[in-house]
Structure formats: C-alpha cells, structure tokens
C-alpha cells in the first residue's frame, strides 16, 4: 500500500539524513576532521515562501537599497511573491551588511503580502563564522517583529581547493544549521548549475545532491542559462536538464525545485519564454531570473505567467 505523500517524504528524508551522516564520517576521515550530528527529526516545513515567481537584490543592487518600500513596490506590481534577500558573504566584516535596509525591506514587503528568504555565501573556510552569520540572519528581527520567512545558502565558493574538505564542510554547516533551526523551519539550497558543474567536472566532483537534499527543503540551482546557451528551444532544453539532473542526483523525482534562470537583462522575450515553458512543464515550485534592478521589459511580459504556476 502507498504511503500518503507527506509521511513517504519524512520518511525518506529521515533516511536521508541517515545517509548524510555516513557520508560525513567516511568524507571526514579523509578530509582529517571529524563530524558528528544528528538525525533530522519533526514535520516537514511550509515551503509557501519558494512558490510562485520569486526575485533577487544583493549587496551590489544600488538602487534597490536605496528605497526598499519603492523597490518592494514595484515587486508587488509585477506579481512577485517572495524576495531574495542577501545579507552578507564570507569576504564582509558582518552578518548584515545594511541592517536597516534589511527591516526596511522586510517590513516593506510583509505590509505588501510578499515573502522574504535571506541569503548568505560561505567561503567553507571558517565555518563556525559562517553559521553564526547565518543563525544571526534567521534570528534577525525588526522593530517592529518582522523576520525572514526562509534561509537560503549560497553553495557556490571553491575557496577551500580540497573538494573533499569542502563537501565535509558544507555538509557539517547544514547539518548544524538544521539542528540549530528544526525540522520545521524552511531552508533553500542554492546550488551551481547542474548542467553546468557537468560541463566543468573539476569544480566540484561528487556535489553532494541526495545529501543536500535531505538537509534542505528546497533546491535552488543558479542555472543562468545565459552564460551557456542561446534560442527558446536550447533555453527551454537546458532548463529542464538541469532539473532532471537535480532529480537523478537527489534520487528523487519529487524534490521541490525553485529555478534561477538567466542573468536579467541578458535575456530575449524569446528565450524568457523557452524559460518560462521550461518552468511550467517541469513541475517545479517557483522560479526566478538574478537579480531585480536588471530586469527588461520583455523579460517581465513572459515572466508574469510564472507567477501562478500549475
């Protein structure tokens, strides 16, 4: 007899998790450091804050820190339901780089029905710094008690060269962050691109996919099919590779996915609507292009359809 959907998910994530900490063992030997965790237990999170048509500001986007209530304005206008919000990386002096741009933009967005999941990039070589940058952002409230509805991790720095120590760190944060926040809270895993690290295999060999899987709630690959391909067809063709290899890779047909497509602004109406086909005939929960302040008018036109996906 088939299991109801969400308990065979708790259950292969239970086994999952199981799985992550064999690997850590057998990864840590080799990287010459230990790791010890436990098994995740508890209800599966709301994943709510990745459906739908999401965007992106980093630290970079000007305009947007400047006026965060006209920047989430505009996001309201254009159908956007949930907000990207990255709070600092490895190379700052601190977990949030703009604190009150951070409330501002948070308070902003709440008041305009949006959802807000922060984002922050380790560089894996000081891990406990980095997990202390990251709890803050989870911990972070604004006068007036708004907090971030999700945690995402940008999975991308090859700073630590040795892969194996690498992959050992970043399976030893996650597994502390998810201890540190329980079963119930929402995480995102914002992975490269699959297609991508398959066309470069030196980057990051054996990326742990069913691991990362286990850990988080949700797999957000950086496809940027800009960087890579041209034309609706090959658009829509590599989108839906790097789904399937994220699917193969978790060993998990089911894996809540959220796409991040092209660079804004670099995209044609055309390919953003190879993109957006790619995205309603996948089954994924959400999508989205990087970041806001570059996005076209003709982009917008096709983007608009994912804001209710089927």
Not at 88 to 113: M, T
Not at 191 to 214: E, H, K
Not at 225 to 253: E, H, K, L, N
């Amino acid at each position: 007899m088939a299991l109801p959907p969400l308990r065979e998910r708790t259950l292969r994530r239970a086994a999952g998790v199981l799985l992550v900490l064999a690997l850590l063992s057998v990864l840590a030997a080799l990287a010459g450091d230990g790791v010890q965790s436990d098994a995740r237990q508890g209800p599966v999170a709301d994943i709510g804050a990745y459906r739908g048509l999401g965007t992106w500001v980093d630290l970079y986007d000007g305009s947007a820190w400047a006026d965060p209530s006209a920047t989430v304005a505009a996001m309201r206008a254009r159908g956007i339901r949930t907000l990207f919000l990255q709070t600092s990386n490895f190379s700052r002096p601190s977990a949030l780089v703009f604190p009150e741009g951070v409330a501002a933009f948070l308070d902003a967005a709440h008041e305009a029905g949006l959802s807000v999941v922060a984002w922050y990039l380790p560089g894996f070589a000081h891990p406990n710094r980095d997990l202390r940058r990251v709890l803050e952002a989870v911990r972070f409230r604004t006068p007036r008690g708004n907090a971030f509805d999700s945690f995402a991790l940008d999975i991308e720095s090859s700073r630590v060269k040795d892969v194996a120590a690498r992959t050992v760190r970043l399976l030893e944060l996650s597994t502390r962050l998810r201890e540190a926040v329980g079963a119930a809270y929402p995480l995102g895993a914002v992975i490269p691109s699959p297609l991508g690290m398959r066309a470069n295999p030196s980057y990051w060999p054996g990326f742990p996919y069913q691991q990362l899987a286990s850990l988080y709630d949700v797999i957000l690959p950086m496809t940027y099919f800009t960087w890579r391909v041209s034309g609706p067809q090959a658009v829509r063709a590599y989108t839906m590779g790097c789904v399937d290899a994220i699917r193969i890779g978790a060993a998990d047909p089911a894996v809540p996915i959220n796409v991040i497509g092209g660079i804004a602004g670099d995209a044609t109406p055309a390919e953003t609507r190879g993109f957006v086909r790619a995205v309603r005939s996948s089954g994924v929960v959400g999508a989205s292009f990087y970041t806001f302040p570059l996005l076209t008018e003709g982009e917008w036109s096709a983007l608009t359809r994912i804001a209710d996906p089927p």
